[in-house]
């Protein structure tokens, strides 16, 4: 992740906030969602990327494509930002750097699960609860079915990863039994 886009998710961070908590999570899923469409379409992504057009057909482009979807004041300005200084290429760090800081601010960690089958509500309520008194902040939860896990689930938070995969607790036991 780049320092330039730690700097503008900071100052866009800093910005939403003092304007309220719902005006940041505007933002945050506004930059998120523009990253999106930008991620998802080629010919977009080449437009806007692409150093053979002029940073004018660049920034005519942008605008055109702002002019037709929905946006904050804010995330339109930065947008606007990064085509004129010509740092669009930026704007996933930025997205995923502005819901870093908005989680935190929040007292929010996001965990990804993976689970050989789907989770019931109960258990996935257990889960974010078990999850939430071992971090003790808030947890948001996606959960994704992997067939190819045996069994058990993989839970990564933050940085930390916690397996209770079936071939995980497989390959602990095997280990056990050879140190034996």
């Not at 780049?2 to 309220?20: D, L, M, N």
């Not at 601010?105 to 699960?113: D, F, K, L, P, S």
């Amino acid at each position: 992740m780049s320092t330039a886009a730690r700097r503008y998710a900071t100052a866009i961070v800093e910005s939403a906030a003092t304007q309220g908590e719902a005006v940041l999570e505007q933002v945050t899923r506004d930059l998120e969602e523009f990253s999106a469409m930008v991620d998802g379409s080629q010919d977009l992504r080449h437009v806007l990327l692409n150093p053979i057009f002029t940073a004018k057909e660049r920034t005519g482009a942008l605008g055109a494509v702002l002019a037709r979807v929905t946006l904050s004041d804010l995330s339109r300005r930065l947008l606007i930002l990064l085509g004129e200084r010509n740092r669009v290429s930026l704007l996933a760090d930025v997205a995923r750097n502005v819901r870093r800081l908005a989680d935190q601010r929040a007292g929010r960690v996001r965990a990804e699960i993976e689970a050989a089958a789907p989770l019931t509500p109960e258990a996935k309520e257990l889960l974010r609860r078990a999850l939430e008194r071992r971090t003790g902040r808030t947890v948001e939860m996606t959960v994704t079915v992997d067939p190819k896990l045996l069994g058990g689930l993989r839970a990564r938070v933050g940085s930390m990863v916690l397996d209770g995969t079936l071939r995980s607790q497989l390959d602990g036991l095997r280990e056990q039994l050879l140190r034996a």
